[in-house]
């Protein structure tokens, strides 16, 4: 038999033939990874962005809740904040049931649903075949029998539960508006109560030239009635010489006929069971007003006691500037100075360690400097209230009780 040579143009033909199989293979799976990661990234997306609208809704219900206290209401301002944001190209649809409202427990981060006390709700902004947008179409899954995917997200909106320390002017000055400041402070503990989320605390201190502690930081829950009494009290005038219970001005004890007290100093105000007016301050000067040791003592009390996940929260109520004895400007002396100083450091300290500030200047001769100074204490998301009426500050505390700070805690 004859030995024939192969033909060397067949066997590159062959060759050719074997790699436009590899090359077709090799070009399809390609194909399919740049797909599977093109519609990857695309649904991806479409997670974030229905989170994103999952937690407007979030956001925007506990905003209603807080207002209202109605569960109807904070729904369906949620579905309108949340249906403003876009999934996939298309104005999210968010229904009324995808709302749960429960508790969120701070210290072992889990949701639970139906509690009796409501301090967080649970959103569901969904893509997939239960839903009227249905799911989401896939852009090159089609080529290989993919055609949409579900895709849903969850976000948990819950407010932080408060510890609130009120610190309380009750210098002789204040005499005049102390009846409408203690009518405050008590509304201000009834709403924190009407609306008390899980582990709400309030406690209360008072300042002249120093400070002292009227109500430790206790829960509401289960304290609301004491602490209520004992700010309160018999519910009589301050001046009243039969009220005998609840807050009221300093005592006088020390002033005698010195000529630096004024008239008004010169009597006892009725009250021996609050702090006296000529109580040292930090500075070792005896009374007059230091906002400074207020802050002081509220600050290291909100710290000892803190507790994981609470907002801290002091509430500072003063009608004038730090003031001195002996001089003929108690107001722009050395050592009125130096009290100033010492309540900017005592703000900023509580700043520091977490604790946010609102003021409220309260003057009926209302003085731009006292309300810079008491402005210059703000601190965190707190805020500066100006009034010349005593009969503000109720609305004034109420505001502020309602300005619960929300986290979006999943």
Not at 208 to 217: A, F, I, K, N
Not at 290 to 297: D, T
Not at 321 to 333: D, F, I, K
Not at 367 to 388: C, D, H, I, P, W
Request: hydrophobic share 40%; net charge negative; charged share 20%.
């Amino acid at each position: 038999m004859m030995w024939t040579q192969p033909d060397p143009r067949a066997r590159r033909a062959c060759r050719r033939g074997t790699v436009s199989i590899v090359m077709l293979v090799v070009t399809l799976t390609l194909l399919l990874f740049a797909a599977l990661a093109i519609d990857f990234t695309y649904v991806r997306t479409t997670q974030f962005e229905l989170h994103n609208a999952a937690d407007a809704a979030a956001h925007a219900a506990l905003v209603e809740l807080r207002r209202s206290g109605d569960q109807r209401a904070a729904t369906q301002l949620g579905q309108e904040l949340g249906e403003l944001n876009v999934a996939a190209g298309e104005h999210v649809t968010i229904d009324s049931s995808a709302f749960t409202y429960g508790e969120w427990d701070y210290a072992s981060s889990t949701f639970l649903p139906g509690s009796a006390l409501t301090n967080a709700v649970r959103v569901r902004a969904d893509r997939s075949e239960a839903v009227p947008d249905g799911p989401v179409a896939l852009l090159l899954g089609p080529m290989f029998e993919f055609d949409s995917a579900d895709v849903a997200a969850d976000a948990v909106g819950a407010f932080r539960s408060r510890d609130v320390m009120l610190v309380l002017d009750v210098t002789g000055s204040f005499l005049e508006e102390m009846n409408d400041a203690a009518a405050a402070v008590v509304l201000f503990l009834d709403e924190m109560n009407s609306r008390r989320l899980p582990n709400d605390r309030i406690g209360l201190n008072t300042f002249t030239g120093g400070s002292q502690m009227v109500t430790t930081l206790r829960e509401i829950d289960g304290n609301y009635s004491s602490i209520r009494s004992t700010w309160y009290g018999d519910g009589r005038l301050n001046k009243d010489p039969r009220k005998t219970r609840g807050l009221t001005n300093c005592y006088q004890t020390a002033c005698g006929n010195r000529s630096y007290c004024g008239s008004m100093y010169r009597r006892n105000i009725p009250g021996s069971w609050m702090q006296s007016c000529n109580m040292v301050g930090d500075d070792g000067v005896s009374g007059w007003t230091s906002q400074g040791p207020g802050l002081r003592v509220a600050r290291q009390h909100l710290d000892t006691n803190d507790t994981y996940g609470n907002t801290k929260v002091i509430v500072l109520i003063s009608d004038g500037r730090p003031t001195c004895p002996g001089y003929s400007n108690s107001e722009n002396n050395p050592c009125a100075l130096a009290r100033a100083a010492y309540a900017y450091s005592q703000a900023d300290a509580a700043y520091a360690s977490g604790t946010n500030i609102f003021t409220v200047s309260m003057n009926t001769s209302r003085s731009t400097a006292q309300e810079a100074f008491m402005a210059s204490l703000v601190r965190g998301y707190g805020k500066a209230y100006n009034t010349a009426r005593s009969s503000d500050l109720q609305e004034i505390l109420l505001e502020i009780a309602q300005s619960i700070p929300i986290a979006l805690v999943e």
